[in-house]
């Protein structure tokens, strides 16, 4: 299975702030990457896919950047709603793997 | 606004049969180009694919879960089924099923899949 490793597993962020989260693949995987949000008690959305691409509807405060191996979230500007736990997962190998997690709490 | 909502068996015994129904509303589970997903996450882990049935009925399921595993869809009902066969406290987990969607990019025709509608989980444990 592709491992993917998500750094830090926390972090605490102000309204306002811009963070970074990054995704390392345990193998190449170009740029079949995703990234999701999720609030207890909600669905996970889709935020970013293709590494790079923004669903309609998505804040354009999201972007996603990175391939092969290394890949990174940036929440621009957080809002109340950003404060949650983001995964990334890779869509190059079956199976489908994620990542471990990375929670954005409030300063 | 398609939306998918999980319901299921509540308390499972060990060795018994986890049973699991996602219900999705606001369009036909038929229309084609889609696969239906499961997902799991134990309390305190990681997310973990389980497997989907895609619109020609093919199935994946993932090789941890030792062939207990049978995903089914009936369109009469718009419903995706979970069912994981003698199961284990380890199978204690939030489940979720999500639609599996994808981009496909006309420069090399690649597709780039992805999870684009997700349930909101149901949890399921797994005790004597």
């Known amino acids: 299975d592709i491992q993917m490793t998500q750094s830090p597993s926390s972090l605490s962020a102000s309204v306002g702030d811009s963070v970074t989260i990054s995704c390392r693949a345990s193998?190449?995987?170009?740029?079949?990457l995703n990234w999701y949000q999720h609030t207890p008690g909600k669905a996970p959305k889709l935020l970013i896919y293709?590494?790079?691409r923004l669903p309609a509807g998505v804040s354009p405060s999201f972007s996603g950047s990175g391939s092969e191996t290394e890949f990174t979230l940036t929440i621009n500007s957080l809002q109340p709603d950003d404060f949650a736990t983001y995964y990334c997962q890779q869509s190059y190998g079956f199976p489908r793997t994620f990542g471990q997690g990375t929670k954005v709490d409030i300063k | 606004q398609l939306q998918l909502h999980e319901s299921g068996s509540g308390l499972v015994r060990p060795s018994q049969t986890l049973s699991l129904t996602c219900a999705v509303s606001?369009?036909?589970?038929?229309?084609?180009?889609?696969?239906w997903n499961w997902i799991r996450q134990p309390p305190g882990k990681g997310l973990e694919s389980i497997g989907y049935?895609?619109?020609?009925?093919?199935?994946y399921y993932n090789p941890s879960l030792n062939s207990r595993v049978t995903i089914s869809v009936d369109k009469l009902r718009n419903e995706v089924s979970l069912k994981v066969i003698s199961v284990t406290a380890a199978d204690t987990a939030l489940y979720y099923c999500?639609?599996?969607?994808?981009?496909?990019?006309?420069?090399?025709?690649?597709?780039?899949?992805?999870?684009?509608?997700w349930g909101r989980g149901t949890l399921v444990p797994v005790s004597s």
């Open positions: 606001g369009g036909s589970i038929s229309r084609g180009g889609f696969s």
């Open positions: 049935i895609d619109d020609d009925g093919s199935t």
């Open positions: 193998q190449s995987i170009g740029d079949y």
């Open positions: 293709a590494a790079s």
């Open positions: 999500a639609r599996g969607s994808y981009y496909y990019d006309t420069r090399d025709s690649r597709r780039y899949w992805y999870f684009d509608l």
